[in-house]
């Protein structure tokens, strides 16, 4: 028997309220499968977990992939660095939210994994970049940068890039957000067809029943437990119940039964209907609240201070745009990345000790994390400055103790930052005008 291109077993990461409470799943080699769920299921937090992301609180995630579908890997036992690597090659992820570099062209923002990647010369890596371009009809548009790009062709243009290492996997969070439904539906089956032309494997989360039918099977996630409706469908009702009028003692006792549920029609019409309007409601609730958390919460990096030697405190303000709505944020997590060489490196960060609990965003709140002991060797883009990125994750909900499961959010920020000894004449090329600044923020990317 042909073994999974990947097995996760067990899989948890509870926030309190949210998260994923019990993940198991198998994705055999070109198979496609959807994860349905609605907002704040759980779906990216489980996505980030198979993508080695997001560290899990329990479970195993195992992997086949490379040439022969060599393995088993053990996702979690990598370090960070060979998971990001992953992710460059045989693991290609879409997320959901644009992620193309502002600054670069269509064609250098497809090139951009390549060259990290770092295993092809410039001539295949460019002949390759060039064919998922045409594979995704953008040819014509490969100088153009993504602020000239419509929403269409940007998710088109994400796609190409996550191919273009020619991934075994491919994991697509949310890969038709924010887009209407005839451009949805153009998307999906552009990469049906990109992913059967490659022979990569598909996992994609989407909250579209109509979506997720089209894969080769789907599973559910409700309430941070995954299930598959399949395997949950009740089995047939018993035959053979039909008879005379001189029926058996029990058969009378059936059909006496069948006659009371059917006088009880009405009374289960009214409950269906009660059921159907809840739920409705419901659904207006859920959307009510993944567009306070996308929308109507803003995000900003606004300060960085040295508290020490090698001690750093970070600032974000969050806001709720929403004056009419309440916001309730818990700050989940945060992480440090700092780029070294061709690879962005994790280093411990943590949230100030008066964060970590649920707070209520009224107007404008500042957010504090903490860091030290960055490294002595580091890439440097600015010179003198390290290049860093800085993940945040919260949970967004629209009361403290919310009855719906709270919407997952993560920013990124990225910024040059002076080191704890820069280099004096290092800096001093910048030619900056007085006192060199502790740091320079950069745009997302």
Same mark, same amino acid.
């Given at each position: 028997?042909?073994?999974?291109?990947?097995?996760?077993? *067990?899989?948890?990461?509870?926030?309190?309220?949210?998260?994923?409470?019990?993940? !198991?799943?198998?994705?055999?080699?070109?198979?496609?499968?959807?994860?349905?769920?609605?907002? @704040?299921?759980?779906?990216?937090?489980?996505?980030?977990?198979?993508?080695?992301?997001?560290?899990?609180?329990?479970?195993?995630?195992?992997?086949?992939?490379?040439?022969?579908?060599?393995?088993?890997?053990?996702?979690?036992?990598?370090?960070?660095?060979?998971?990001?690597?992953?992710?460059?090659?045989?693991? *290609?992820?879409?997320?959901?939210?644009?992620?193309?570099?502002?600054?670069?062209?269509?064609?250098? =923002?497809?090139? +951009?994994?390549?060259? #990290?990647?770092?295993?092809?010369?410039?001539?295949?890596?460019?002949?390759?970049?060039?064919?998922?371009?045409?594979?995704?009809? $953008?040819?014509?548009?490969?100088? /153009?940068?993504?602020?000239?790009? %419509?929403?269409?062709?940007?998710?088109?243009?994400?796609?190409?890039?996550?191919?273009?290492?020619?991934?075994?996997?491919?994991?697509?969070?949310?890969?038709?957000? =924010?887009?209407?439904?005839? %451009?949805?539906?153009?998307?999906?089956?552009?990469?049906?067809?990109?992913?059967?032309?490659?022979?990569?494997? +598909?996992?994609?989360?989407?909250?579209?029943?109509?979506?997720?039918? /089209?894969?080769?099977?789907?599973?559910?996630?409700?309430? *941070?437990? +995954?299930?598959?409706?399949?395997?949950?469908?009740?089995?047939?009702?018993? !035959?053979?119940?039909?008879?005379? &009028?001189?029926?058996?003692?029990?058969?009378?006792?059936?059909?006496?039964?069948?006659?009371?549920?059917?006088?009880?029609?009405?009374?289960?019409?009214?409950?269906?209907?009660?059921?159907?309007?809840?739920?409705?409601? &419901?659904?207006?609730?859920?959307?009510?609240?993944?567009?306070?958390?996308?929308?109507? #919460?803003? !995000?900003?990096?606004?300060?960085?201070?040295?508290?020490?030697?090698?001690?750093?405190?970070?600032? $974000?303000?969050?806001?709720?745009?929403?004056?009419?709505?309440?916001?309730?944020? #818990?700050?989940?997590?945060?992480?440090?990345?700092?780029?070294?060489?061709?690879?962005?490196?994790?280093?411990?960060?943590?949230?100030?000790?008066?964060?970590?609990?649920?707070?209520?965003?009224?107007?404008?709140?500042? +957010?504090?994390?903490?860091?030290?002991?960055?490294? !002595?060797?580091?890439?440097?883009?600015?010179?003198?400055?390290?290049?860093?990125?800085?993940?945040?994750?919260?949970?967004?909900?629209?009361?403290?103790?919310?009855?719906?499961?709270?919407?997952?959010?993560?920013?990124?920020?990225?910024?040059?930052?002076?080191?704890? $000894?820069?280099?004096?004449?290092?800096?001093?090329? =910048? @030619?900056?005008?007085?006192?060199?600044?502790?740091?320079?923020?950069?745009?997302?990317?």
């Amino acid at each position: 028997m042909t073994e999974p291109l990947l097995r996760a077993e *067990g899989l948890q990461r509870w926030f309190g309220n949210a998260g994923v409470r019990q993940a !198991s799943l198998q994705l055999a080699a070109g198979e496609r499968v959807a994860i349905l769920g609605r907002s @704040g299921s759980g779906k990216s937090t489980l996505l980030a977990m198979l993508a080695g992301l997001s560290r899990p609180d329990a479970g195993r995630i195992e992997l086949r992939i490379g040439v022969g579908g060599a393995g088993p890997i053990d996702l979690w036992s990598l370090p960070a660095a060979e998971r990001c690597r992953l992710r460059r090659g045989p693991v *290609g992820f879409v997320s959901q939210f644009t992620s193309l570099l502002p600054t670069l062209s269509t064609l250098e =923002n497809l090139l +951009l994994p390549g060259e #990290l990647e770092g295993r092809r010369s410039a001539t295949e890596l460019l002949a390759d970049a060039e064919h998922w371009l045409e594979a995704v009809g $953008l040819s014509h548009l490969r100088d /153009r940068r993504p602020g000239q790009l %419509s929403g269409g062709e940007i998710r088109r243009a994400i796609l190409a890039r996550a191919l273009v290492n020619r991934p075994n996997l491919l994991l697509a969070d949310e890969p038709t957000s =924010n887009l209407d439904g005839c %451009s949805e539906t153009e998307i999906v089956a552009l990469l049906e067809s990109l992913c059967a032309s490659s022979g990569a494997a +598909l996992l994609m989360v989407t909250h579209s029943e109509a979506l997720a039918r /089209r894969c080769d099977r789907w599973l559910e996630l409700e309430a *941070g437990t +995954l299930r598959d409706p399949a395997a949950a469908a009740e089995p047939p009702l018993p !035959s053979g119940l039909g008879g005379t &009028a001189e029926a058996h003692p029990t058969r009378r006792r059936l059909l006496a039964g069948a006659l009371a549920g059917g006088m009880s029609l009405v009374g289960g019409t009214v409950f269906w209907q009660w059921r159907q309007q809840q739920q409705r409601t &419901a659904r207006i609730r859920r959307d009510r609240l993944q567009r306070l958390a996308f929308s109507g #919460l803003s !995000s900003e990096l606004v300060a960085v201070e040295r508290t020490g030697p090698e001690r750093y405190l970070g600032t $974000l303000a969050v806001e709720n745009l929403e004056v009419s709505q309440s916001l309730y944020l #818990l700050p989940l997590d945060v992480q440090l990345y700092i780029q070294q060489g061709s690879r962005w490196n994790p280093f411990p960060a943590h949230w100030s000790d008066s964060q970590r609990q649920v707070l209520a965003v009224e107007g404008l709140r500042p +957010l504090h994390f903490e860091f030290s002991d960055p490294p !002595s060797s580091h890439t440097e883009l600015v010179p003198g400055y390290m290049h860093v990125r800085i993940d945040v994750t919260y949970a967004v909900a629209d009361r403290p103790d919310p009855e719906l499961m709270p919407v997952e959010r993560r920013d990124s920020f990225f910024v040059h930052l002076l080191p704890p $000894l820069p280099d004096a004449e290092k800096v001093a090329r =910048n @030619g900056f005008p007085g006192e060199p600044p502790l740091y320079i923020p950069m745009p997302p990317h």
